[in-house]
């Protein structure tokens, strides 16, 4: 089914319960991309309208199943590895080894909004490489990776990757070394390998909820979902991020996000190429 006719009511309403649920602000404009994502589960729940659909997501608890399907319908989890390669060289080549010099032995980094895993993965493997590079120098690197949605952190969690995936980004030297070929599937497919793996764990995490049971941090990456929320949630996110991030901790932001309007609490280092924000 399709949803053919969304009244102004509906499509409002709508707009206002995904704010609430998981930050993401439609545009005034983007009724084609709810009728696209939504026809299917508002015609598999038996709902003849958005209006409907929003009723009954406003009686259902927070966590209920429909909810979960219309935030994961809705939200977009393009991701690949190394993305942007400036935030991994910046972290193998001015963070790690600014840690490893003061003598710190442990370091607890958070891939917020993590997707399908390429970007905690990615940390790891230049975690891995930085301390193969570097015999004399250790650092035990925690990396705890979270996103809203289930779906893609079970792909993350289970760390497999069909052909079109694992070519997105990854250099053939780091795919042989640190990905192995599942043998046994009918499907060309591959693992990160379990060194990466146990670097990191993941868990479930709404941006909007409390980061208490997080801990603190040294570096956090926030990238590339901060652009789908109102300005208001963006101050609101950098704020409790500064909070629970380490002094003179590290945030990376996706590469057309930029923090410096809604907090004071960064100093924005300039890395040439790249950027990283600073906590002060
Ligand atoms: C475009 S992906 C970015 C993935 C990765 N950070 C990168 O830059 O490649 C955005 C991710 O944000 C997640 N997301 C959206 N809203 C969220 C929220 N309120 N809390 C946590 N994750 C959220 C989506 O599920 C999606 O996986």
């Known amino acids: 089914m399709t949803l053919a006719r969304i009244s102004t009511d509906e499509y409002e309403d709508f707009r206002r319960f995904l704010e609430d649920a998981c ?5 005034a404009d983007k009724h084609y991309l709810v009728q696209s994502r939504l026809g299917r589960v508002v ?50 080549e001015q963070i790690l080894p600014g840690y490893v010099e003061r003598k710190q032995r442990s370091l607890r980094v958070w891939s917020a909004a993590c997707s399908t895993g390429q970007e905690p993965y990615s940390i790891s493997m230049t975690t891995q490489d930085y301390l193969a590079a570097n015999p004399g120098r250790a650092i035990d690197v925690q990396i705890v990776a979270t996103d809203i ?22 250099p053939e030297d780091i795919r042989s070394r640190y990905f192995e070929k599942d043998q046994a599937h009918w499907e060309e497919r591959w693992q990160v390998c379990v060194e990466i793996r146990r670097r990191v764990r993941f868990t479930r995490g ?37 909070d629970i991030l380490n002094p003179g901790g590290y945030l990376f932001l996706g590469a057309s996000e930029a923090i410096t309007q809604y907090s004071d609490a960064f100093e924005m280092l300039r890395c040439n190429p790249g950027v990283v924000y600073r906590k002060k």
């Open 23 to 27: 930050g993401i602000l439609l545009g």
């Open 43 to 92: 015609s598999e729940a038996g709902l003849a309208s958005l209006g409907e659909l929003v009723g009954r997501l406003r009686r259902e608890r927070s966590g209920g199943a429909l909810r979960e399907q219309v935030v994961e319908a809705m939200t977009t989890n393009e991701t690949f590895w190394f993305r942007d390669r400036h935030p991994f060289r910046i972290f193998s």
């Open 149 to 170: 949605s289930p779906a893609v952190l079970a792909e993350a969690e289970a760390g497999y990757y069909d052909a079109m995936a694992v070519s997105r980004g990854l």
């Open 206 to 242: 709404n941006l909007l909820a409390d980061y208490a049971a997080l801990g603190r941090f040294d570096v956090i990456f926030c990238r590339n979902v901060l652009i789908y929320f109102s300005s208001q949630s963006k101050k609101d996110i950098i704020r409790r991020m500064a």
